[in-house]
C-alpha cells in the first residue's frame, strides 16, 4: 500500500516547528515522519493520529494501522531549513565520499549528514551494530527534498541506491524511530557495480512446479527485480534488496512478499515444458481491483484478478485454467503487480493436458503401504472426483478440492476427510501380483459405511467401514483375501459409497508367495478353464512373450492373451499361445492313471503342448491344424500315471506359435477302452471274419452304419450330441 493509501482518512497537512529554535531542530510532522520510516515504522515512531486502511490486530505490527505504541513525539532537524539557512550547517557533520564512519545514535534523536557527490549515482549503506530498535534512513536533495528513505530493524545492511545531482550538496538523516538509540555505520560510495541475473541460490525454477515469491532472481534493482522504495520495509534478513520480505503469516512458505505496489515487478529464471497448465496464485489484500500480470519472456500469460481477502494476513489461492504455453526452453517469468496494496506468496504451474501422474513422480507400491493424500496427479475427474469445490480444512499440504487435514490418528501425518458418497482417489502403483489383505484405516461417526476397491479395470471388493464413534476415533477395516494377478504399473482407484468417512491409508499385505490357485483349487479328474491359471505373475505363475493382452479383456490383468471363446464351452480361451510360452495351474490330484483332453485350435500344422506334473515332462499332445482359430477339436495324451494323491502343479507349455487352447480334462483311463476306440477303422474287416459262407449275413453288416459313426466317438468332448465336433460348430452332419 502506498503512503498515500495509508494516509487518505488523516489530515496530515499540520506541522508543529519551533521556529526559534536556532539549531533547526523541530518537531517532525506525521507527513515527513512517514516519508522517512515508511508505512511500517509509522506505528513504531510515535507519528500523531491513529488508523490506516485497518486498525488494531496484528496487522497493525507491520504499519497497518492501530494505536502507535510510542506516544512521544520525535525530535529530529528539518533538512529543508537546512537546506535553506546555510546557517544552520554548522548542526550538520561532514561525510566523505567512499569512506565510512562508524558513531552513536541518542535515543529518541536524529543524526543529519551532507555530502557532496562527485558522481551522478550515489549507494548510501547503514549498517546497524545491534537489533536494538528500528531506524529510518533518508536521503535528500540540495533543496531538502525527500529523494527515498529505508528502514532497518536489524544488523542486516540496507542499501539506498540513487541518482544525484554531482557536486551539489545532499543529505543523509538517520532518525531513531523506536526510542532506544544504539551504534551504527554509515558510507556514500559512488562505486557502480553491476551484476548480471542469474538464479536465485544457482537454482533454476521449473514449470510446471511451485515458486515461492521471495526467490526472484539475483541481480538487483531494474535488472532481476523493481522495487519503487528504497529498503525492506519490514527489514527482514531474508534477503539483502529493496523487495519488502517478511516472515509469512499463511500456512505454507516461510516468507513472503509485501507492499507490492503498482509498476512493482520480479523476475524469476526457469526452465519450461510446452504443454497446457491450470497456474495458481497465493495471494492476500485487504484492498479490491487489485492485479497481477504474469509473463515468460515477451509473451503475456494472464492477468490474475486479487480479491480483497479480507486482511493482508488472510490467504487466498486464485486460479488461471488452461494456460497454453509453446515455449520448451530457459525463459524468463515476470509477476508484475497492476494496482497496489498486494501480498503474494506463491505462485504454481500445474499441467493439465498430460495423462494421469504419481504423486511426486513415484508410483506407490503394491505391497506396500499408500498414505491417502498422496493420490495422483491430473485434477478433478482424471486422479480425483471431489464433490465440493475447495479444501473444507484449509491445510496447504496440496492445492485441491479434495479435504486434507492433519490427522490425529496415531500414524501418519495427513488424512483425507469429508470423504463423501461417490467421491474416488487414484494411485499410481507398481503391482506384484499375489494373494492380499487389504488394511485401511477409517474413521466415522456413521453406519453401513463402504469403500469399493479397483485395480485397473478390475474390481478387487468392498471394505465395510465400520462405525468408530469419532471422526479421530480410527480403525483398521481389513478386505481378506484379495487376488491380485495384474504385473507392473496399474492404477488403485478407492471409492466412498456413503459419505461421511475420514481415511488415513491403505496397506496391502502378502499372505503367501509363489505360485497360488485362482480363486479355489479345482479337483482332478475334472476340467480346468485354461484362463484360470494360477497367481503368481511373469515367470512365476505363467510366462508370456509379449506385453500386455492382445484382446484387452478385463477378466484377468497380466500380460497372458484372453479372448471370449467361440467353442461351445466355456466362456474364455487362451489365444496366441506362442513357442515357449507356458501356464501353470495347481489342482488336487487324486491318484490314477488319465487320459488327458486338451481343447485346441489353429491354422498352424506340427504344432504341440508339452504337459508337466511338478517340473517333471509327463507328455507331449500333438495339437492338430483345425482349419481355423475359431474351429475346435479336442487332442489326447492317454495313460497318464499320477502316483501320489493331492496338491501338485500342473504346467502346459507351446512348443510353435498360434494356438488358441481353450481347457483341459484329466478323465479317468480304464487301460484298454481308449486304445479300442482309436483303432475302429480295423473294425471295418469284421464281415470276412464270417460273411463268406452266405450272403444272408449282410444284415449284421447294417451295424457297420454305427461303426461309420465313429466321427461321433471324439464327441467324448461331450458336443456330439448335438453335431459339434471336429467340424467346429455344426461339426460334420
Excluded at 498414505?371 to 473444507?392: F, H, L, P, R, V
Excluded at 497367481?535 to 492373451?561: A, K, N, P
Excluded at 498352424?604 to 509327463?618: E, K, S, T
Amino acid at each position: 500500500m502506498t503512503n498515500k493509501e495509508q494516509n487518505r482518512s488523516h489530515d496530515s497537512n499540520e506541522v508543529s516547528r519551533d521556529d526559534s529554535n536556532a539549531t533547526g531542530t523541530t518537531v517532525v510532522d506525521r507527513r515527513t515522519c512517514m516519508k522517512l520510516a515508511g508505512v511500517a515504522a509509522a506505528s513504531l515512531a510515535g507519528c500523531t493520529g491513529k488508523g490506516g486502511p485497518t486498525t488494531g490486530g496484528s496487522a497493525a505490527k507491520f504499519g497497518y494501522g492501530g494505536e502507535p505504541p510510542v506516544t512521544a513525539q520525535l525530535t529530529a532537524v528539518d533538512v529543508s531549513k537546512v537546506a535553506e539557512d546555510t546557517s544552520l550547517l554548522n548542526s550538520v557533520s561532514s561525510l566523505s565520499i567512499d569512506s565510512s564512519l562508524s558513531t552513536t545514535l541518542s535515543a529518541g534523536s536524529s543524526d543529519l549528514f551532507a555530502f557532496k557527490p562527485d558522481g551522478e549515482d550515489v549507494t548510501v549503506k547503514f549498517t546497524p551494530d545491534s537489533e536494538t530498535g528500528a531506524t529510518a534512513l533518508g536521503l535528500f536533495n540540495p533543496d531538502g527534498e525527500l529523494l527515498s528513505q529505508a528502514y532497518a530493524s536489524s544488523t542486516a545492511p540496507v542499501f539506498l541506491p540513487e541518482s544525484v545531482d554531482a557536486g551539489s550538496t545532499h543529505y543523509l538523516q538517520v532518525m531513531d524511530v523506536s526510542r532506544t538509540g544504539g551504534d551504527y555505520a554509515l558510507s556514500v560510495s559512488t562505486d557502480s557495480t553491476t551484476q548480471s541475473q542469474s538464479p536465485y541460490e544457482g537454482t533454476v525454477k521449473s514449470i510446471p512446479g511451485r515458486i515461492q515469491a521471495q526467490n526472484f532472481d539475483i541481480g538487483g534493482e531494474g535488472e532481476a527485480y523493481h522495487d519503487t522504495s528504497s529498503g525492506n520495509i519490514y527489514g527482514s534478513q531474508a534477503r539483502d534488496t529493496d523487495v519488502d520480505i517478511r516472515p509469512t503469516e499463511d500456512k505454507s512458505g516461510k516468507y513472503n512478499v509485501g507492499y507490492f505496489q503498482a509498476g512493482e515487478w520480479l523476475e524469476y529464471t526457469a526452465t519450461v515444458s510446452p504443454g497446457t497448465y491450470d497456474i495458481r496464485v497465493r495471494v492476500a489484500s485487504a484492498l479490491s481491483n487489485g492485479q497481477l500480470e504474469l509473463s515468460l519472456g515477451d509473451r503475456t500469460l494472464a492477468t490474475v484478478d486479487i480479491p480483497n481477502t479480507g486482511d493482508w494476513t488472510s490467504w487466498e489461492t486464485v486460479r488461471i485454467a488452461d494456460i497454453e504455453i509453446e515455449t520448451e526452453e530457459q525463459s524468463t517469468l515476470r509477476v508484475e503487480a497492476l494496482d497496489s496494496g498486494v501480498e503474494f506468496n506463491w505462485l504454481e504451474f500445474e499441467r493439465v493436458d498430460t495423462q494421469q501422474q504419481p504423486y511426486n513422480g513415484t508410483p506407490a507400491k503394491i505391497p506396500g503401504r499408500i498414505e491417502a493424500q498422496n493420490y495422483d496427479k491430473g485434477g478433478e475427474g482424471i486422479s480425483y472426483s471431489d464433490t465440493t469445490a475447495g479444501n473444507e480444512y484449509d491445510t496447504s499440504y496440496r492445492d485441491s478440492d479434495v479435504d486434507i487435514r492433519k490427522t490425529q490418528d496415531a500414524s501418519g501425518e495427513y488424512n483425507i476427510g469429508y470423504f463423501d458418497d461417490g467421491e474416488w482417489l487414484e494411485y499410481t502403483a507398481d503391482v506384484s501380483p499375489g494373494q492380499y489383505d487389504l488394511k485401511v484405516r477409517v474413521a466415522t461417526t456413521r453406519d453401513n459405511r463402504q469403500l469399493r476397491i479397483s485395480l485397473g479395470d478390475r474390481e478387487l471388493g468392498t471394505l465395510d467401514v465400520p462405525n468408530t464413534g469419532g471422526w479421530a476415533t480410527w480403525e483398521t477395516a481389513t478386505l481378506e483375501d484379495v487376488s491380485i494377478d495384474a504385473d507392473g504399473q496399474r492404477v488403485l482407484r478407492i471409492e466412498a459409497l456413503g459419505s461421511g468417512i475420514d481415511f488415513n491409508w491403505a496397506e496391502f499385505t502378502a499372505t503367501n508367495t509363489g505360485n497360488q490357485p485362482f480363486n479355489e483349487i479345482p479337483t482332478l479328474p475334472g476340467r480346468v478353464q485354461a484362463q484360470d491359471y494360477d497367481l503368481g505373475g511373469e515367470g512365476v505363475s505363467y510366462h508370456d512373450t509379449t506385453g500386455g493382452s492382445e484382446y484387452g479383456l478385463d477378466y484377468r490383468d497380466s500380460d497372458v492373451d484372453i479372448r471370449e471363446t467361440q467353442d461351445a464351452s466355456g466362456e474364455y480361451n487362451i489365444g496366441y499361445f506362442d513357442d515357449g510360452e507356458w501356464l501353470e495351474y495347481t489342482a488336487d490330484i487324486s491318484a490314477g492313471t488319465y487320459d488327458i483332453d486338451v481343447r485346441v485350435a489353429t491354422t498352424r500344422d506340427n504344432r504341440q503342448l508339452q504337459v508337466f506334473l511338478d517340473g517333471q515332462a509327463i507328455g507331449t499332445v500333438d495339437v492338430p491344424n483345425t482349419g481355423g482359430w475359431t474351429t475346435w477339436e479336442t487332442a489326447t495324451l492317454p495313460d497318464v500315471t499320477v502316483e501320489s494323491g493331492g496338491e501338485h502343479i500342473i504346467q502346459v507349455k507351446a512348443v510353435g506359435s498360434g494356438i488358441d487352447f481353450n481347457w483341459f480334462e484329466f478323465r479317468e483311463s480304464d487301460g484298454t477302452q481308449t486304445p479300442t476306440e482309436t483303432e475302429t477303422p480295423t473294425e471295418t474287416e469284421t464281415p470276412t471274419e464270417t460273411a463268406t459262407p452266405t450272403e444272408t449275413e449282410t444284415p449284421t453288416e447294417t451295424a457297420t452304419p454305427t461303426e461309420t459313426a465313429t466321427p461321433t466317438e471324439t464327441g467324448t468332448d461331450d458336443f456330439g450330441s448335438e453335431g459339434y465336433g471336429m467340424g467346429g460348430y455344426g461339426g460334420t452332419q
